[in-house]
Every structure is written in structure tokens, then in C-alpha cells.
Nanobody
């Protein structure tokens, strides 16, 4: 089973951008796809976006047009480019394999605040 490590979070002002990375210890697409999730304080973890082996992408409605998920297979990495961030995007962001889940990683904290 691969291990995924998230990075790239930080503090950003409203309207700003961040690019998160999900790096796999093995091949990034050992399963069919990779998902990004997020968990805000006091809320349940929610799905954000997915990319599959074919490069097809899917997004939750609240990030459509602002976030872009992509993959660099040579680097065993999936990215989440986040633009036009708002305070509502503040959360810990996690990636995981799909449909079969791997162990959850530590995630990366994204804080959007002025």
C-alpha cells in the first residue's frame, strides 16, 4: 500500500492562491484515482476533487472554476491549484487513493485570512 504525503499549505489572504502537492511513495495511480478532501474546524471531512488515470477530473461544486487538480506521473505527484481563496476554504487538506482508501496522512493546513 502506498503512502501519500501532503504539502504546500500555508497562510494566504482572501483572493490569493496556493498549490498543494500529494506525493506518493510509489506509483501515484496504484488505484484508479486520487481524491483531495478537506476538513474545516468542527466540520466533517468533505470531498473536493478527483483525478483518474485517464486524466479526467471531477470537482465539488463549491470549488469549480477556482481549483484545478492535475497529475505529474513521472513525479508520482498530484497537485491541487487553489485560486481565489476565501476564508471558507480554510481547512486541513488531505489526499487519498480511490476507490480503495489508503491510510490517511497528516494533511496540510490551509488558512485564508486577512
Amino acid at each position: 500500500q502506498v503512502q501519500l504525503v501532503e504539502s504546500g499549505g500555508g497562510l494566504v489572504q482572501p483572493g490569493g492562491s496556493l498549490r498543494l502537492a500529494c506525493i506518493s511513495t510509489g506509483s501515484i495511480f496504484t488505484t484508479s484515482a486520487i481524491d483531495w478532501f478537506r476538513q474545516a474546524p468542527g466540520k466533517q471531512r468533505e470531498w473536493v476533487a478527483q483525478i483518474n488515470r485517464s486524466g479526467t477530473t471531477f470537482y465539488e461544486e463549491f470549488v469549480k472554476g477556482r481549483f484545478i487538480i492535475s497529475a505529474d506521473i513521472a513525479k508520482n505527484t498530484v497537485y491541487l491549484q487553489m485560486n481565489s481563496l476565501t476564508p471558507e476554504d480554510t481547512a486541513i487538506y488531505y489526499c487519498n487513493t480511490a476507490p480503495t482508501k489508503s491510510r490517511w496522512g497528516q494533511g496540510t493546513q490551509v488558512t485564508c485570512s486577512s
